[in-house]
């Protein structure tokens, strides 16, 4: 395991894409991450906690200091990985997480961090 993967715990690989669940199980999270969440390697902790859970979706840095993505996957994947958000490691704390539902996006096979 890479130091950087040790540290954020991350997938062993970063696969390009992700098989996506089946739609009729899939289920779609919104999220907004607040606290020490930017400049500390949350944006590539997510994405690499989600593609090794099999999960697709996004994450993106926002003006105001908070961090917006979309999840999508297995309901309780979602949740496992949410948990793990609101844990952080040694330089994350997310003092405050909102999450709401959206619908699920057909065909998607990636998760991305975008700017």
Do not use: C
């Not at 200091?65 to 297995?74: C, D, Y």
């Not at 490691?89 to 998760?111: A, C, H, Q, R, Y």
């Amino acid at each position: 395991m890479s130091f950087w993967r040790n540290i954020f715990g991350g997938a062993a690989e970063d696969a390009e894409t992700v098989e996506p669940v089946n739609i009729e199980n899939a289920v779609r999270k919104a999220g907004r991450a607040e606290g020490r969440v930017q400049g500390v390697g949350f944006r590539f902790f997510v994405q690499s906690n989600a593609k090794s859970m099999g999960l697709t979706g996004w994450v993106k840095n926002m003006s105001d200091g908070s961090v917006t993505m979309e999840l999508q996957g297995e309901p309780q994947t979602i949740e496992r990985l949410i948990a793990k958000i609101k844990r952080g490691n040694d330089w994350i704390k997310v003092t405050n997480f909102e999450e709401s539902d959206l619908p699920v996006v057909k065909g998607e096979n990636k998760f991305a961090i975008r700017y």
